[in-house]
């Protein structure tokens, strides 16, 4: 028989246990649709925070407080802590940033919100490096009560708008709307209100507590040696090691390892699909065997060699688990899509799903591998079969 002659024989008998096919194929559908969809969103989310990241710039320098891995956790370091980093040579400045929660009260009503503030002088500078764009007004420049504002606390958090101009109560201290942001993509970014340092501190009551440091590196200088010369310095001002010094790089390794572990762990729950996608198929095969005993030696009885009753059973194992992955595949962008467009419905516009094309190629190369390898021992079976065992049943 000729290869073209096994595929009309698959795609008959196919076609005559239709729905016992499907229900085959589900398995390997379900299977390759997760793993699609969950390594899409994991990528794009990968890249999308890589891509933050590389906009933040490579340039800087974050050092928190011992207990804390990013900005604005853990606590501890003071404005002594940042004049012992200034002593370091190499950088182009450093920053001491207050994060704080309050109450913001805006026409009588009021909501609990974050705030930034760093000192005045440095402003402009400072919302440059951070990629912050400006939809309206201008950064403060001067320790007075004057704010500026991510673009959800302009639009959202309030009942009414605010705008230029806009009068706001931050721990009954009234606030002048300086300047508003342009959407970051993030909604805890987009929520927060700017401030003067010498005016927060007042404000908070926070005399000399710095929440974390940035420290910008000058260029053509090693960002990892100047690194652990800010390590020695801060060993020097303070008795033990509490506080922590992290490179872009790290910051993202650390994203990229606990991205890498939720992915597997719901790649592997996905898998378990396909496991029991490849029973299905390898069962119905069997049965597929058992339900043609008679036609497996009507062929051998006419000449077909073991190797071409072989090559029927595994085509059509293969073939199911083709269509299940063709399926899977256009189910798994559809499903990623959907995840995509929620997460931006919560805020989060810097994610951008992305499927891409080698992971299509996977879905569709692991779905016919599996079909096959589940057909393997059933067409075995087929194969070894004698003519006229096979024709008395």
Same mark, same amino acid.
């Given at each position: 028989?000729?290869?073209k002659?096994?595929?009309f024989?698959?795609?008959?008998?196919i076609?005559?246990?239709?729905?016992?096919?499907?229900? @085959?194929?589900?398995?390997?559908v379900?299977?390759v649709?997760?793993?699609?969809?969950?390594?899409?969103?994991?990528r794009?989310?990968?890249?999308?925070? =890589?891509?933050?990241?590389?906009?933040?710039?490579?340039?800087?320098i974050?050092?928190?407080?011992a207990?804390?891995?990013?900005?604005?956790?853990? @606590?501890?370091?003071?404005?002594?802590?940042?004049?012992a980093?200034?002593?370091?040579?190499?950088?182009?400045?450093?920053?001491?940033?207050?994060y704080?929660s309050?109450?913001a009260t805006?026409?009588?009503?009021?909501i609990n919100?974050?705030f930034?503030?760093?000192e005045?002088?440095?402003s402009?500078?400072?919302?440059?490096d951070?990629g912050?764009?400006?939809?309206?007004?201008?950064?403060?420049e001067?320790?007075?009560?004057?704010?500026?504002i991510?673009?959800?606390?302009?639009?959202?958090?309030f009942?009414?708008?605010?705008?230029?101009g806009?009068?706001?109560?931050?721990?009954? =201290?009234?606030f002048?709307?300086a300047?508003?942001?342009e959407p970051?993509?993030?909604?805890?970014?987009?929520s927060?209100?700017?401030?003067?340092?010498?005016?927060?501190?007042e404000?908070?009551d926070k005399?000399?507590?710095?929440?974390?440091?940035?420290?910008?590196?000058?260029?053509?200088?090693?960002?990892?040696e100047?690194?652990?010369?800010?390590?020695?310095?801060?060993k020097?001002?303070?008795s033990?090691?509490?506080?922590?010094v992290i490179?872009?790089?790290?910051?993202?390794?650390?994203?990229?390892?606990v991205?890498?572990?939720?992915?597997?762990?719901?790649v592997?729950?996905?898998g378990?699909?396909?496991?029991?996608?490849?029973?299905?198929?390898?069962?119905?095969?069997?049965?597929s065997?058992?339900?043609?005993?008679r036609?497996?030696g009507?062929?051998?009885a006419v000449?077909?060699?073991?190797? =071409?009753?072989?090559a029927?059973?595994?085509?059509?194992a293969?073939?199911?688990?083709l269509?299940?992955g063709?399926?899977?595949?256009?189910?798994?962008f559809?499903i990623?899509?959907?995840?995509?467009?929620a997460?931006?419905q919560?805020?989060?516009?810097?994610?951008e799903i992305?499927?891409?094309?080698?992971?299509?190629?996977?879905?569709?190369a692991?779905?016919?591998?599996?079909g096959?390898?589940?057909?393997f021992?059933?067409?075995?079976?087929a194969?070894?079969?004698?003519?006229?065992?096979?024709?008395?049943?």
């Amino acid at each position: 028989m000729s290869l073209k002659d096994d595929f009309f024989i698959v795609i008959k008998n196919i076609s005559h246990r239709k729905l016992r096919s499907w229900l @085959t194929v589900l398995g390997v559908v379900i299977g390759v649709a997760a793993i699609i969809a969950l390594v899409a969103v994991g990528r794009s989310l990968e890249s999308s925070i =890589e891509k933050e990241f590389e906009d933040f710039g490579s340039d800087k320098i974050t050092i928190v407080a011992a207990g804390g891995n990013l900005p604005g956790f853990g @606590t501890g370091l003071t404005t002594k802590d940042v004049d012992a980093v200034k002593n370091v040579k190499g950088l182009e400045y450093v920053e001491g940033m207050l994060y704080e929660s309050g109450k913001a009260t805006h026409k009588e009503e009021s909501i609990n919100v974050f705030f930034f503030a760093w000192e005045s002088d440095n402003s402009k500078v400072l919302f440059d490096d951070f990629g912050a764009d400006f939809s309206a007004g201008a950064p403060f420049e001067t320790d007075s009560n004057k704010i500026v504002i991510g673009s959800r606390v302009a639009a959202d958090l309030f009942e009414k708008k605010l705008s230029l101009g806009s009068k706001l109560e931050i721990e009954d =201290e009234k606030f002048e709307v300086a300047g508003i942001l342009e959407p970051v993509g993030n909604p805890d970014d987009d929520s927060l209100i700017y401030m003067p340092m010498g005016v927060a501190r007042e404000l908070f009551d926070k005399e000399d507590d710095v929440s974390f440091m940035f420290a910008k590196v000058k260029p053509g200088s090693d960002i990892d040696e100047i690194a652990d010369k800010i390590t020695a310095e801060l060993k020097k001002e303070r008795s033990e090691e509490s506080f922590n010094v992290i490179t872009p790089e790290q910051l993202i390794e650390q994203v990229g390892t606990v991205l890498g572990i939720i992915e597997g762990v719901l790649v592997g729950i996905a898998g378990i699909s396909l496991i029991v996608g490849s029973v299905g198929i390898a069962g119905s095969m069997y049965t597929s065997v058992i339900e043609r005993t008679r036609d497996v030696g009507i062929m051998k009885a006419v000449g077909a060699t073991n190797n =071409e009753i072989t090559a029927m059973f595994l085509i059509e194992a293969g073939l199911m688990g083709l269509v299940g992955g063709i399926i899977g595949v256009m189910f798994g962008f559809l499903i990623a899509s959907m995840i995509g467009f929620a997460i931006a419905q919560a805020g989060f516009t810097f994610l951008e799903i992305t499927v891409e094309p080698w992971l299509v190629l996977f879905g569709l190369a692991f779905a016919l591998i599996v079909g096959m390898l589940s057909g393997f021992f059933p067409a075995r079976q087929a194969a070894r079969l004698k003519p006229v065992e096979a024709l008395r049943k």
